[in-house]
């Protein structure tokens, strides 16, 4: 069934009914053909979901009467941030796509040594509009709870510092030698430090990997480095590996 996210401002705790504008209502009446009387489901992002079936409809604004509560237990219990640095063409759109279907809560672009992306700030914004909307899109066709939030691109220092604030906070080091990923995991399972709520953060670097020298100053930031395997993944892969191993070891994968 069909799912659309609104702006939390539109449809709160006492709405009876919904309103669905803009691209959405293009969508539903242009693309999806639906008519009066056909079922979706709406959501605030936030706290409430419901079923709603389709009452009127015109061009640029459709309107539904609600017809039951539903409950929200799509998300995962812990909080995974996806810190990816930029990488090049169109790989971020794909990071974010599939990793909010996998998943993710959040996702924080940056830059790092090694990006071979030139950066405009000029362009910043158009940007990461265009990020959130596919993170919507991607929430909307995998069934989510909520959409996560794509942020502005950080700088290195800035990462370092945002990253405090995450419970755990590992980077994926292609020339690590110690740690895997999963032996990591389960550390932190046995600390409780995977428990419902918590938020943790992997870090994945461009098409050159980290330098030593990042590695050292992420480790000195609270960093954990940690190695996804013997093979050498794609800047765009390794997010969604290291995303899908921690949901699988969490059980969120199901079993």
């Not at 936030?46 to 061009?59: A, G, H, P």
């Not at 899109?137 to 502005?152: D, T």
């Not at 050498?232 to 969604?240: D, F, G, H, K, V």
């Amino acid at each position: 069934m069909q799912r659309y996210f609104l702006p939390p401002e539109q449809f709160h705790q006492t709405t009876q009914t919904v309103t669905i504008e803009g691209d959405d209502a293009h969508h539903l009446a242009r693309v999806m053909r639906a008519e009066v009387g056909d079922k979706v489901i709406c959501s605030n992002g936030i706290d409430r979901e419901v079923l709603v079936r389709l009452t009127e409809l015109d061009k640029g604004c459709v309107t539904a009467e609600i017809v039951e509560e539903l409950s929200m237990d799509a998300e995962a219990a812990v909080q995974v941030w996806i810190a990816q640095s930029l990488p090049k063409g169109d790989k971020m759109e794909t990071i974010i796509q599939k990793g909010t279907e996998i998943g993710a809560a959040r996702f924080l672009p940056f830059l790092s040594e090694r990006t071979i992306v030139q950066y405009d700030a000029k362009k910043e914004a158009k940007r990461t509009e265009r990020w959130q909307k596919i993170a919507k899109e991607a929430a909307e066709q995998a069934h989510r709870n909520r959409v996560p939030q794509v942020e502005s691109v950080y700088t290195w220092k800035q990462l370092l510092q945002r990253a405090k604030e995450a419970d755990i906070a590992w980077i994926c080091y292609e020339k690590e030698d110690g740690q895997q990923l999963k032996p990591a995991i389960q550390q932190a399972q046995a600390a409780g430090q995977l428990t419902a709520g918590k938020q943790v953060l992997i870090a994945v670097g461009p098409e050159g990997g980290f330098t030593e020298q990042e590695i050292a100053q992420a480790e000195d930031a609270g960093f954990r480095s940690v190695s996804l395997g013997a093979r050498i993944l794609r800047t765009e892969t390794a997010a969604m590996v290291g995303l899908t191993c921690l949901f699988y070891e969490t059980g969120e994968m199901g079993g």
